[in-house]
């Protein structure tokens, strides 16, 4: 599975950007799609996921209400809606493939298999 993650950017406090994640080679296994997010100095955290099939989401706390994960299953893209952006949102952000992750395990980036490369958002204050 290949994945090329796309959005980034620099902008405001307050302002909103998605990200997209699009995948190829995809197979029946590959049922979860997760987004982490890494800041200088801090260790990868989870940011959210979402079930291929069922489209069952799961979002980290710090941005439950501001961050919306979504799948186009005809486009095979996996997308991260990101508003109400804050400073401490500002990370290299990965989205990353893998397969029947049971809920206790999607928020592990060890569980996931394939990665895409990062994109960058920053936001200034």
């Known amino acids: 599975v290949q994945l090329q993650a796309s959005g980034g950017g620099l902008v405001q406090a307050g302002d909103s950007l998605r990200l997209s994640c699009a995948v190829s080679g995809r197979t029946f296994t590959t049922n979860t799609m997760g987004w982490f997010r890494q800041a200088p100095g801090k260790e990868r955290e989870f940011v959210a996921a979402?079930?291929?099939?069922?489209?069952?989401?799961y979002y980290a706390d710090a941005v439950k209400g501001r961050f919306t994960i979504s799948r186009d299953n005809a486009k095979n893209t996996v997308y991260l809606q990101m508003n109400s952006l804050k400073p401490e949102d500002t990370a290299v952000y990965r989205c990353?493939?893998?397969?029947?992750?049971?809920?206790?395990?999607?928020?592990?980036?060890?569980?996931?298999?394939?990665w895409g490369q990062g994109t960058q958002v920053t936001v200034s204050s």
């Open positions: 990353a493939a893998g397969g029947l992750l049971i809920a206790s395990e999607l928020r592990r980036s060890g569980a996931y298999e394939d």
């Open positions: 979402i079930r291929w099939s069922a489209g069952s989401t």
